[in-house]
Structure formats: structure tokens, C-alpha cells
T-cell receptor
Framework: GAGVSQSPSNKVTEKGKDVELRCDPISGHTALYWYRQSLGQGLEFLIYFQGNSAPDKSGLPSDRFSAERTGGSVSTLTIQRTQQEDSAVYLC????????????FGPGTRLTVL | GQSLEQPSEVTAVEGAIVQINCTYQTSGFYGLSWYQQHDGGAPTFLSYNALDGLEETGRFSSFLSRSDSYGYLLLQELQMKDSASYFCAAFGGSQGNLIFGKGTKLSVKP
């Protein structure tokens, strides 16, 4: 596609429910990143993939968070047993090669946990 | 630990020049990036400095001093559309990812 796409654009869920957020990176981009941004705050790094591998998962806030990437393309971020503090915009980005190369961001998924 | 410090807010008038500073502390360092984010929008890439010195791209310039662990973004001939948040980000952590600062909200007044 022309850019990074994310779905859904908005997600409202009840506390305790599981949610899945999807990211479609730019075709050919080997690296994919997940960030979280709370209102008016900076970008909190969650996890990155180089191909299908995630070299370091220590950015994930808790074991309720997991992510996978298949076929070197689409990635899914799963949050289990959602809590109100999980409410934020979840941004996905992709780049060709290393992280210092220009990262192209998707529009984000706004998650609201009631 | 890894951290980047930048001012939380800056205000300037249209046509002026503004400098947004960023100091960093990272375990390993390869370079400094800058991103712009308008309210409700996604971050967009502005620049990347791997070497000391000034990089110029149109009205925007970015500077890096490795010895001082310091960089800045310089915006010239400010326009109303430059009102946005600006993030510095360092590359070089063991995770191989970018670490972002908390962002500087720039308000351009007429």
C-alpha cells in the first residue's frame, strides 16, 4: 500500500476484555515498530520487529501485552485483560533497515478502556 | 538508563526563528532524529544527524554535538502551520530502536 495502515482506528472496550490491534506496514519495509502515546505525552516504545523476529521485548509494559509479526509483513499487538491505564493511542511505524532510517507512522488506533 | 530532555513548550511569532534543544543520555549512540506531530496526526520524519554539525533542509536545520550529547532543531521563517509538537529521538540503544523525548509543543502566534 501507499502507507502504513492500522485497524481499527478506534476501539472502545470494557475493562478485562482482550483486544487486538493490527498494523500493515509499507511493502518491503523490514522493520516494524509499536509505540504507545498517551494524551499530550511522548511516544513510549513497546516493541520492534526486524523481519518476523523481535530482538527485545522489554519495552512491553506487562505480560498482558504481546505482539507477533507474520510473513515479514502484518503485525498484531494483543492486550489481554485490558485495564483503564491501557487507554492510549497505539502507533505503528515501519522502516527499511535500521531504526534511524525514516520511520513511517500509521494513523494509530485510539484505545479506550471503560 | 536512556533519556532525552527537551523543553515542554515553546512559543514564537510568525516569521521568527526558534531553536528546540535536546540533550540525551543513552547507552550507545549512533545518531539523533527529529519528528514533527500535528495535533491528532501521526509523527512525520524531519531529519537524522549521525555526524556532528548542521544539516539543513529548507527552513529546518538540525544540529548535533556528540561531545556535548546535545542537539537542536532550528526552524526559520516560522509559519502558522509549524505549530506542532517536535520530538527528538536517539538511536543506539541495545534494543536497536529509537528512544523518543517527551516532545516540545511549539505554538506560532500571528
Amino acid at each position: 500500500g501507499a502507507g502504513v495502515s492500522q485497524s481499527p482506528s478506534n476501539k472502545v472496550t470494557e475493562k478485562g476484555k482482550d483486544v487486538e490491534l493490527r498494523c500493515d506496514p509499507i511493502s518491503g519495509h523490514t522493520a516494524l515498530y509499536w509505540y504507545r502515546q498517551s494524551l499530550g505525552q511522548g511516544l513510549e516504545f513497546l516493541i520492534y520487529f526486524q523481519g518476523n523476529s523481535a530482538p527485545d521485548k522489554s519495552g512491553l509494559p506487562s505480560d498482558r501485552f504481546s505482539a507477533e509479526r507474520t510473513g515479514g509483513s502484518v503485525s498484531t499487538l494483543t492486550i489481554q485483560r485490558t485495564q483503564q491505564e491501557d487507554s492510549a493511542v497505539y502507533l505503528c511505524a515501519s522502516s527499511f533497515g535500521e531504526a534511524y532510517n525514516e520511520q513511517f507512522f500509521g494513523p494509530g488506533t485510539r484505545l479506550t478502556v471503560l | 538508563g536512556q533519556s532525552l530532555e527537551q523543553p515542554s513548550e515553546v512559543t514564537a511569532v510568525e516569521g521568527a526563528i526558534v531553536q528546540i534543544n535536546c540533550t540525551y543520555q543513552t547507552s550507545g549512540f549512533y545518531g539523533l532524529s527529529w519528528y514533527q506531530q500535528h495535533d491528532g496526526g501521526a509523527p512525520t520524519f524531519l531529519s537524522y544527524n549521525a555526524l556532528d554539525g548542521l544539516e539543513e533542509t529548507g527552513r529546518f536545520s538540525s544540529f548535533l554535538s556528540r561531545s556535548d550529547s546535545y542537539g537542536y532543531l532550528l526552524l526559520q521563517e516560522l509559519q502558522m502551520k509549524d505549530s506542532a509538537s517536535y520530538f527528538c529521538a536517539a538511536f543506539g540503544g541495545s534494543q536497536g530502536n529509537l528512544i523518543f523525548g517527551k516532545g516540545t509543543k511549539l505554538s506560532v502566534k500571528p
